[in-house]
């Protein structure tokens, strides 16, 4: 790393257990923000003290242009008021900054929503975000969408099918970095995901030329997330 990244400081905006720490601490110096207690006393007592801090969701605790980029992985699907946190995160990101998001695509939740109902009420979505309204947002308040793709569609299926066939298993039990996670199902929906070079699954060379293809292409069709970045204009 060197050393203008070891400068840039970034936000992880409802960081949960922690688990992008790793990740996210490779481009700057890292700090985490989230709503839950429990969530926040895993994190520190995972990954030190100091990197984790409670907020109440709506007003953050730091000054105004205080990062250089915000990170929010599958948050504003959980948010009671978009617009109060889409300026708030504005508030605190320094001119010129990014913010980088993943919601969940609208395809996948619907049809997991009809497989099984209380899905929602289990992950505690609020909402479907639509990204071309969340893009007019953004625009509205002075952000240019730099990039977009799909991505995560083999873990879309997966759940899919999981989910037909055991639909009382728990949502929480398929989550990185949850206590109750699948290590199994994580290593085969990751095996057709770019996150596996993050993982030691990237010494299995002689699998992901093949696999990594295939996620490729099931995203575009059923994706279970859409990445998109946001530059800040001065």
Known sequence: MNKKMKSKKILDYGCG????IKYISRFGEYLGVDIL????DYAT???GVGKFIKFDGRTLPFDSFSFDEVHCYDVLEHVNDLDI?????DRVLKNDGKIVITVPARISE???LKIKPDYFSEVAHVRIVDEAELSFKLEAIGYKLVSQSKIRGVEALFL???FMFNKKKRWVAFQTGSP???KLFIAMVWIFDQRLFRTSLKYLFFIYPFTLPIGWLVSQFFPKSIFLVYQKKI
Do not use: P
């Not at 257990?17 to 992008?20: A, E, I, K, Q, Y």
């Not at 946190?85 to 995160?89: F, K, P, V, Y």
């Open 110 to 112: 619907e049809m997991l």
């Open 85 to 89: 946190t889409l300026n708030d995160i």
């Open 180 to 182: 109750l996670f699948s």
């Open 17 to 20: 257990l922690g688990g992008n």
């Open 160 to 162: 899919c099918i999981l």
């Open 37 to 40: 207690d429990s969530n926040i």
């Open 45 to 47: 007592q995972r990954y």
